[in-house]
């Protein structure tokens, strides 16, 4: 059963005319892993239902593109996906895996999502004031460059970070930024009482759910949709995650 997460995020930074702006957060489709195209329907249905202002997608879209034969179709379906400040989307590593990463490209690009590939995006509004929102190509199969790409982040403009995989939290923490967004971990997938988490991939061990804070950076891990290596979850339910921005 999917489950909808709704938090609110306060900071001085956020403009007033952002105050109450809806930040929604995707991650991990794994489409064709047990996971069709009428599911990812179903799961535009509920984006929208949503009204988001903003949708970020945090990677891993198609688990094999090599084997995965309804790819064309993907685009015409996440395209009915309605955020009127704009939808936005990083590659995961399964996104650069099986030569998938010109088509992820394309298949993101033909949705109306704008690929942050160690890429910054402000978001202004009429009066000027804005945020910004940066993503960064997948740690482990692309060619992140942390420091190239967030060495632009401003200390005065409240910053988010789209970042696959969880775990480089610490190393974003010695930047300006305020919110790093990540999925990768499918919140351990299989979990086990007083064990957690036992199917947790590379880069995505110590942080696997939820809030974190880490040096003042406020991390959050989204469980993610789909499922890969096993069919299942247990105790590990699919996520979508609203954010309601607060200037306070």
Do not use: C, W
């Not at 004031?129 to 982040?153: V, Y």
């Not at 939290?169 to 010695?174: G, K, R």
């Amino acid at each position: 059963m999917l489950s909808f997460t709704q938090h609110t995020l306060k900071s001085q930074l956020i403009p007033k005319g952002f105050h109450g702006m809806k930040i929604l957060q995707f991650s991990d489709l794994h489409l064709g892993y047990y996971f069709s195209l009428q599911h990812l329907s179903q799961i535009v249905s509920k984006i929208n239902a949503e009204n988001p202002d903003i949708v970020l997608f945090t990677g891993d879209l198609i688990d094999d593109y090599q084997t995965y034969t309804e790819a064309p179709f993907v685009a015409s379906i996440l395209k009915n996906i309605q955020a009127p400040f704009g939808k936005f989307s990083i590659y995961g590593n399964h996104d650069h895996g099986g030569y998938g990463t010109e088509y992820y490209d394309h298949i993101m690009r033909e949705s109306g999502f704008e690929l942050l590939h160690n890429s910054e995006k402000r978001i202004r509004l009429l009066d000027n004031s804005e945020i910004s929102i940066f993503g960064l190509d997948d740690m482990l199969l692309g060619k992140p460059k942390i420091a190239e790409t967030l060495q632009h982040a401003k200390q005065n403009i409240y910053t988010i970070v789209l970042v696959h995989e969880p775990d480089i939290a610490p190393q974003i923490a010695t930047y300006p930024i305020n919110l790093q967004l990540s999925g990768h971990s499918h919140g351990g997938q299989v979990q086990i009482p007083f064990l957690g988490a036992i199917i947790t991939p590379s880069l995505a061990k110590e942080y696997t759910e939820g809030f974190y804070n880490i040096q003042g950076l406020t991390l959050y891990v989204n469980r993610g949709i789909g499922r890969t290596r096993v069919p299942f979850r247990f105790m590990s339910k699919p996520e979508i995650t609203l954010f309601i921005l607060q200037h306070s």
